[in-house]
C-alpha cells in the first residue's frame, strides 16, 4: 500500500513538471518568444513589395541618406518589418544619429531581428535582418548613445511607421 501511494506521488510530481515545462502563452512586447519564420520566394516577394523595398529587403541594398520621411517621424509609435509588419523598434528608442538613415538604440524585442557578420565592401560589419521574414534592415555599430551603446542603422524603406493611438 504505502508503494503505490509513492507510485501515485510520483505520477503527480511528474505532471507537475511536465506542466511546468509546457510554453508559457505570449504575453506581448518583451517577451521572448519563438518567431514562426515566414518563407517566400524571390517571385513572391517581387508581388508584395515595391522594387525600392525589393532591393534593400531582399537584395541587401541601401537606400540614399536622407531621403527617408521616416528619419523625421519623431512621433510616439512603432517600427514594423515592411514586408512582413513584425514589429522591430519603439520610438522610445529612436534617436538622431546624424547619418541620414533612422537610428534606434535597441530593437523593440531581440528575439524579433537577427544578425549576421557582412564582410562587403572592405569592411566587417554586423547585418540586421527580421528575425520573421529574413528581410535585410541595415546594420548594428558600437557607436551608439547609452543605454546600449548600439546605433540601429537603419533603412527607412525596410520599416513602416505606425503610430501609437
Ligand atoms: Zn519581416
Request: charged share 20%; with cysteine; aromatic share 10%.
Amino acid at each position: 500500500m504505502k508503494f503505490a501511494i509513492s507510485v501515485i506521488a510520483l505520477a503527480l510530481v511528474a505532471a507537475g513538471i511536465a506542466l511546468a515545462a509546457a510554453p508559457a502563452p505570449a504575453v506581448g512586447k518583451g517577451t521572448s518568444q519563438v518567431i514562426e519564420k515566414i518563407v517566400k520566394t524571390d517571385a513572391e516577394w517581387k508581388k508584395l513589395l515595391t522594387p525600392e523595398q525589393y532591393n534593400v529587403l531582399r537584395e541587401h541594398g541601401t537606400e540614399r541618406a536622407f531621403t527617408s520621411p521616416l528619419n523625421h517621424e519623431k512621433h510616439k509609435g512603432v517600427f514594423v518589418c515592411a514586408a512582413c509588419g513584425l514589429t522591430l523598434f519603439s520610438s522610445d528608442t529612436k534617436f538622431d544619429s546624424g547619418t541620414g538613415w533612422p537610428s534606434f538604440w535597441a530593437p523593440i524585442d531581440p528575439t524579433h531581428i537577427g544578425t549576421t557578420s557582412d564582410k562587403s565592401f572592405f569592411m566587417t560589419r554586423t547585418e540586421v535582418h527580421c528575425a520573421r521574414c529574413g528581410g535585410h534592415l541595415g546594420h548594428v555599430f558600437p557607436d551608439g548613445p547609452k543605454p546600449t551603446g548600439l546605433r540601429y542603422c537603419m533603412n527607412g524603406v525596410s520599416l513602416k511607421f505606425e503610430p501609437a493611438q
